[in-house]
């Protein structure tokens, strides 16, 4: 029996997993998580095989947890399982080690096969993104023009958070952070961005793809 921990900031997603994981006989779902600190806290207490960890978490996000959770339960294969589709965050998470990275819009039966794979010990990249993201070279060089680049993983939870229509008091308590420290990397997403004002932050998210157009 393979044992799945699920973390994810939002339930409606956990729940959806969960049930879809119900239909395989050889994979259970021992716990749940809401944020990176909870899923940490819960892969030592499990000693999950896999860990299906989302991206962008409120408090602590999910380049700040692999590596904890690594540490905590050092046997659990991580599968990152996220919306966002750019190659520089999968080459990122490949280099902390990561079992694998597959897009939540997969079909259920391609994340059913990831999690089996990642337990097997194999490396699991969505297609759609494989081939992009292994497009860098041995001690690899990040596109220098690309402003986006120079983000920190904080400071592209804000990003998101802003462009969803977010106040400044929404985000520090999502990411567990003082409402003068949510400016202030407002204010540096903005800067390096070179970026004016929340319309342009949301504009830059959506063709980004960082948040749906609605």
């Not at 899923?39 to 896999?50: F, I, Y």
């Amino acid at each position: 029996m393979i044992k799945v921990l699920i973390a994810d900031d939002h339930a409606l997603v956990r729940d959806g997993v969960r049930a879809l994981l119900s239909t395989a006989d050889d994979i259970e779902v021992v716990a749940e998580a809401g944020d990176g600190r909870e899923a940490t806290d819960r892969a030592r207490e499990t000693s999950p095989d896999v860990v299906l960890l989302d991206i962008a978490m409120p408090g602590l996000g999910g380049l700040e947890a692999v590596p904890l959770i690594q540490r905590e339960a050092p046997r659990a294969r991580i599968l990152i399982l996220t919306q966002y589709e750019h190659a520089d965050y999968v080459r990122r998470f490949l280099r902390l080690g990561v079992a694998g990275y597959v897009l939540k819009k997969a079909a259920g039966a391609e994340l059913i096969s990831a999690i089996r794979a990642a337990h097997r010990g194999g490396l699991v990249l969505d297609p759609a993104i494989a081939r992009e993201a292994l497009k860098e070279p041995d001690g690899g060089t990040e596109p220098a023009d690309d402003p986006y680049e120079s983000l920190t993983d904080r400071e592209r939870q804000v990003l998101k958070l802003v462009a969803e229509g977010r106040s400044n008091k929404e985000i520090a308590s999502l990411l567990d952070i003082s409402v003068k420290t949510a400016m202030t990397h407002r204010e540096h997403v903005m800067q390096k961005l070179n970026l004016h004002n929340r319309t342009d932050l949301t504009r830059f998210a959506i063709r980004r793809g960082i948040i749906q157009e609605t």
